[in-house]
Each structure stands twice: as structure tokens, then as C-alpha cells.
């Protein structure tokens, strides 16, 4: 059993910022990579930013250096900063885990439910 939540979405005016965070619980064993996804309606789902459990960090191309990725491995607890946000920044952002459980040898994806980003003046 692992549970992924996200939190902190709702609407912020374009240049705003905003601060989502994701909590990951249950019976793990250790987390490999924790990453944020957005999907707009209509479009495909994106990769937004990654971290690796040695704390490194990937993220997309549209991000141009406008959000920070970061976790707390004491909590299971992974940020997402979002700066300078844009009217095309409005999705459903979700928090996507790779982890090991209690008893078994492979990983595991496991998808957050979304919390909801509307950029918007």
C-alpha cells in the first residue's frame, strides 16, 4: 500500500507563485525518484521536473528556470517552487513516485490524484 497527495494548487494571476508539495506514505522501502507531471484538458500529460533519490534534478524545457524541485527524505515530502507562472502553466499537476515496497524486489509507479493550477488574471 502506497499513498501519494498532492496539495497547494489553486489560482494564482500570471508572474505569481505558487508552492505544491506531495506526501508519499505506506509500506515503503525506499523511493528512487519522485517527479511532477501536468496535463492540461485536452493535451498530453508532461513531465515537469524530476528528482532522483541522490538529489539530482531533471526538468522540462518550458520550465526555463522558473521552478525548483526538491524533497525532504525525512518526511517522504517532495516541492514543487513555481515562479513567474503562466496563463500555459494552468493543469492538473501530479506527483508520480518509483519506490520499492515492504516484501517485494521491483519498483513501483504510483500517481497522485492532481490538485489543480489555474493561472489567470
Known amino acids: 500500500q502506497v499513498q501519494v497527495v498532492e496539495s497547494g494548487g489553486g489560482l494564482v494571476q500570471p508572474g505569481g507563485s505558487l508552492r505544491l508539495s506531495c506526501v508519499v506514505s505506506g509500506s515503503i522501502a525506499s523511493i528512487n525518484k519522485m517527479a511532477w507531471y501536468r496535463q492540461a484538458p485536452g493535451k498530453e500529460r508532461e513531465v515537469v521536473a524530476t528528482?532522483?533519490?541522490?538529489?539530482?534534478?531533471v526538468y522540462g524545457d518550458f520550465v526555463m528556470g522558473r521552478f525548483t524541485i526538491s524533497r525532504d527524505s525525512v518526511k517522504n515530502t517532495m516541492y514543487l517552487q513555481m515562479n513567474s507562472l503562466k496563463p500555459k502553466g494552468a493543469a492538473a499537476y501530479y506527483c508520480n513516485t518509483r519506490v520499492t515496497i515492504v516484501g517485494r524486489r521491483e519498483y513501483f509507479d504510483n500517481w497522485g490524484k492532481g490538485t489543480l493550477v489555474t493561472v489567470s488574471s
Open positions: 528528482i532522483t533519490s541522490g538529489g539530482e534534478t
